[in-house]
């Protein structure tokens, strides 16, 4: 059966429709699926988290490559689609629960397969890479413009170097809007991160570098040493110092500081 006549098929069946307000956009493309499983280089031995199985059209495909898949899925009404569907398979089961909110379970090894609603993507992001158990990859299917800035493909951002501290990001492949049922107004991508076994910052000092970065982030319009004066209360001038210091352009804006930058930074300023 052609996707979109399947997920239609479906969602008549249970007398549903796709919600705005969960961000669901129906993925109806195959050959952006074959991408995604692709991309994930799955095994016979995995365990996988899936955020967002909406119908089940990834989930299916899930199921029959790895041991285990957990389904997290926000939506009352989709838990039911999937629990039905896959009833009587013995390596998959549905919570329903706020992804966000979700305690990851597992305590071993797993990946992270998903097409997620675009709105809770940074704050999902964090939610795996920054966990105590931490995937060992993630495949992901995002807004490209995101996309894009993770990988720090169009100008860095904050969630750029709050991914990249964690992993190293990619794109596998763009998905145009009309992949999706209903078509969102944008472009999407697959965005693979390969989750590094240790951060690129030691564990206790992680805390204020991740403060420090966001405080340097935080009014993209403000030079740097205006946005840390504040934070570590001292004059602008005397920030600009400090920059200077470490090799870093009294003048510069956070986009223009790599992670060593920000290290260099935090251990000058802890002194």
Same mark, same amino acid.
């Given at each position: =059966?052609d ?11 249970y007398?549903?429709?796709?919600k705005?307000s969960f ?6 493309d195959d ?7 692709? /991309?994930?280089?799955l095994?016979?031995d ?5 955020v967002g ?9 899930l ?19 999937? *629990?039905?569907?896959?009833? +009587?398979?013995?390596?998959?089961e549905?919570?329903? *629960? ?13 990946k992270?397969? $998903?097409n997620?609603?675009?709105y809770?993507?940074s ?14 990859? =993630? ?7 995101v996309?894009e ?27 145009? $809007?009309?992949s ?5 107004k944008?472009?999407?991508?697959i ?5 590094? +076994?240790?951060?690129l910052?030691?564990?206790?000092? =992680? ?22 004066? /504040?934070?570590?209360r001292? +004059? ?5 110092v400090?920059?200077s210091s ?7 804006? /956070?986009?223009e500081? *790599? ?7 935090l251990?000058?300023l802890?002194?």
């Open positions: =059966m996707r979109l006549l399947e997920i239609k098929s479906l969602l008549k069946h007398d549903l429709w796709a705005k961000g669901q956009n129906f993925l109806i050959e952006a699926l074959d991408n995604i499983v692709n /991309a994930a280089e095994k016979e995995d365990r996988v988290i899936e199985p909406g119908t089940g059209v990834l989930t299916e495909q199921i029959e490559k790895v041991a285990h898949v957990t389904a997290v899925e926000f939506d009352e009404d989709m838990v039911n689609v999937v *629990s039905d569907r896959f009833s +009587e398979k013995e390596n998959f549905v919570v329903h *629960s706020d992804i966000l909110e979700y305690e990851i379970q597992e305590k071993g090894d797993y992270v397969v $998903a997620i609603p675009y809770i993507t704050p999902l992001l964090k939610h795996f890479l920054q966990a105590e158990n931490k995937p060992t990859v =993630m495949v992901v299917l995002v807004q490209k413009e996309a800035k993770v990988c720090g493909i169009t100008g860095k951002s904050l969630i750029t170097v709050e991914t990249q501290l964690f992993g190293a990001p990619e794109i596998i492949a763009e998905v145009p $809007a009309e999706f049922y209903p078509a969102p944008v472009d999407s991508a965005l693979k991160i390969n989750v590094h +076994e240790k951060p910052v030691d564990a206790a000092d =992680m805390k204020e570098f991740l403060k420090l970065v966001k405080v340097g982030y935080g009014q993209k319009r403000k030079k740097l040493a205006g946005n840390l004066a /504040a934070l570590y001292m +004059e602008k001038n005397e920030m600009k400090i920059l470490v090799n870093i352009n009294p003048d510069a804006r /956070a986009e500081l *790599s992670i060593d930058d920000w290290k260099l930074l251990t000058k802890e002194k």
